[in-house]
């Protein structure tokens, strides 16, 4: 099962909490349309890894305290209501090191305002996002294990001469 299909899925579930809105359809029916709040996560946390340098973290303690749904996958889901329902998104990151945290932050914010409006239709009135660390990934040799750096040359053997 793919993503649009899991995401097609979580769509269905008339259970969760999410935005209705009324559509007619071309053949005169009305009805309406619900997006639960997890589907709108679910497409946040996809939009979030797709900026290079940037994992999902856990919220801090005070996070969690606030009103509202608890964060998953390091995005937080709340919803206006109104006549058009609005959308904010939180999202907690860890940025890799070496990457200037603002510039990181607006890539993060772009992506997941565009990825949210385009698969919903809904308006995102803003996208917080809260660097909660930063990661340090070691390179990686051929065989698996990170590269160790030489201290002066003291076991690094390349080779003996017969």
């Given amino acids: 099962m793919d993503s649009n299909e899991q995401l097609d899925a979580a769509a269905g579930d008339d259970h969760q909490e999410g ?7 071309e053949t005169g029916l009305e009805g309406k349309i619900r997006i639960s709040e997890d589907v709108i ?7 979030l ?3 290079d340098g940037v994992q999902p973290a856990n919220p801090g303690l005070m ?5 509202g749904r608890k964060a998953a996958n390091g995005v937080r889901i709340t919803i206006a209501d109104g006549e058009t329902p609005e959308i904010q998104v939180d999202t907690y990151i860890s940025v890799k090191y070496s990457l200037r945290i603002p510039d ?7 992506a997941v305002k565009d990825q949210v409006e385009r698969y919903t239709g809904y ?4 996208v917080n996002v809260y660097v909660q660390g930063i990661t340090f990934i070691e390179k990686k040799s051929q065989s698996g294990q990170p590269d160790e ?12 001469e017969m």
């Fill in 104 to 110: 990181v932050c607006w890539d993060v914010q772009e």
């Fill in 49 to 51: 890894l797709s900026v």
């Fill in 123 to 126: 308006s995102v009135k803003a």
């Fill in 63 to 67: 996070a969690n305290l606030r009103m």
């Fill in 149 to 160: 750096q030489d201290s002066g040359g003291n076991s690094t053997a390349y080779g003996e």
């Fill in 19 to 25: 935005i209705e809105s009324s559509v007619v359809s």
């Fill in 41 to 47: 996560a679910q497409l946040a946390v996809k939009a």
